[in-house]
Nanobody
Framework: QVQLVESGGGLVQAGGSLRLSCAAS????????MGWFRQAPGKEREFVAV????????YYADSVKGRFTISRGNAKNTVYLQMYSLKPEDTAVYYC?????????????????WGQGTQVTVSS
């Protein structure tokens, strides 16, 4: 089993920044990619960003490209999502997840383990 714990969410004004963290423990797979997703009330869970285990490759949703940065900690068991220039439409519960494999994938169905989520609220 893999445990994923997100932290760093909160309330921020539009234009502000937040950094989310995801700590992984348990039976993590060294080659599997890690992703961030978000889900707003009444909406489906949507892809935000993904990173390979080495951190060498990343991919972003168009809605966050240029504003969000996904990265790995040095110990590789932590994934970060640095969010800049936040907008009210970024308001959602943010989840980190570990994929089944090592390919950069964006569908939530390709992810096996999920954290409990952290709330991000951006006020206008």
């Amino acid at each position: 089993q893999v445990q994923l714990v997100e932290s760093g969410g909160g309330l921020v004004q539009a234009g502000g920044s937040l950094r989310l963290s995801c700590a992984a423990s348990g039976r993590t797979f060294s080659s599997h990619v890690m992703g961030w997703f978000r889900q707003a009330p009444g909406k489906e869970r949507e892809f935000v960003a993904v990173i390979t285990w080495s951190g060498g490759s990343t991919y972003y949703a168009d809605s966050v490209k240029g504003r969000f940065t996904i990265s790995r900690g040095n110990a590789k068991n932590t994934v970060y999502l640095q969010m800049y220039s936040l907008k009210p439409e970024d308001t959602a519960v943010y989840y980190c997840a570990q994929a089944y494999g090592s390919v950069l994938v964006t569908s939530p169905y390709n992810y096996e383990y999920w954290g409990q989520g952290t709330q991000v609220t951006v006020s206008s």
